[in-house]
């Protein structure tokens, strides 16, 4: 059996073994995933070295509606990709928590604590803990600016898998930064979560924050 990851939506996956080195279509997200051969399939069972990227298949953003379909996989154990939980919510940061469609909540550096979205837009997380979600699969990002004089950059987006039943009930807590005690593993970000970056950046700053900008 072969066990992977979407690329593009970080659904656990799995396929039989006559897929090796083929494409499937994620049944989350519906994008083609580049499925190991047998020797890398193996190498990524067995994955327990200080390698981090071994094993792991490339992106690809084209959808192949001829590739088959490979089915979710719930109980395939993460591989992590560099991972390091951030300890602290930073200032010269802004937050973003996604499901696979959009923003969830959101922390800027404004004194206003987590908004969480509702129908209506955004309100204080502390305030309407029954508008917070219980479950569901969310993705943790970090926005970095950097002021540099009068002019601001965007130097770092990071992002992490943030899973769990209840997990975003952390939001509610006096300290903002409890909510990374669910933060589990980095991972890179989707097309759709790249969107909602950019939307995000666009909405508080100027359009020069993209000059020499990290690609991301």
Same mark, same amino acid.
């Given at each position: ?13 799995? /396929? ?16 083609? $995933?580049?499925?190991p051969d047998a020797d #890398? !399939?193996?190498? *990524? ?5 200080? @390698? ?8 690809? @953003?084209? =959808? ?16 992590? $990709? #560099?991972?390091?939980? +951030? ?9 973003? %928590?996604?499901? @696979?469609?959009?923003?969830? /909540? ?16 955004? *309100?204080?997380?502390?305030?309407? +803990?029954?508008? %917070? ?5 969310? *993705?943790?990002?970090?926005?970095? $600016? ?10 770092? *987006? ?8 209840? $997990?975003? !009930?952390?939001?509610?807590?006096? !300290?903002? @930064?409890?909510?990374? #005690?669910?933060v589990e593993a980095k991972?890179?970000? !989707? ?9 995000? %950046?666009? /909405? =508080?700053?100027?359009? =020069?924050?993209?000059?020499?900008? %990290?690609?991301?």
């Amino acid at each position: 059996m072969i066990r992977t990851r979407c690329p593009h939506c970080n659904e656990r996956l799995k /396929a039989p073994d006559h897929l090796a080195g083929k494409k499937g279509r994620c049944p989350a997200c519906a994008a083609a $995933v580049p499925l190991p051969d047998a020797d #890398e !399939n193996r190498a *990524v069972q067995g994955i327990r070295t200080s @390698s981090p990227l071994a094993g792991l298949p490339q992106q690809e @953003s084209n =959808n192949d509606p001829k590739a088959p379909t490979i089915t979710q996989d719930p109980n395939a154990q993460a591989v992590a $990709v #560099e991972f390091k939980r +951030p300890e602290i919510l930073r200032r010269n940061c802004h937050y973003l %928590i996604c499901n @696979s469609r959009d923003v969830v /909540a959101r922390l800027d550096d404004d004194g206003k604590g987590w908004m969480v979205q509702i129908k209506d837009g955004f *309100v204080k997380a502390i305030q309407n +803990p029954k508008q %917070i979600p219980t479950m569901g699969n969310y *993705v943790f990002i970090e926005i970095e $600016v950097t002021k540099e004089g009068a002019h601001q950059r965007l130097t770092g *987006v990071q992002g992490f898998t943030l899973p769990g039943t209840f $997990v975003l !009930n952390k939001l509610t807590k006096k !300290n903002e @930064s409890t909510i990374l #005690e669910g933060v589990e593993a980095k991972i890179e970000l !989707n097309d759709r979560q790249r969107a909602l970056v950019k939307q995000r %950046i666009n /909405a =508080n700053y100027l359009p =020069n924050i993209w000059d020499d900008a %990290i690609d991301f």
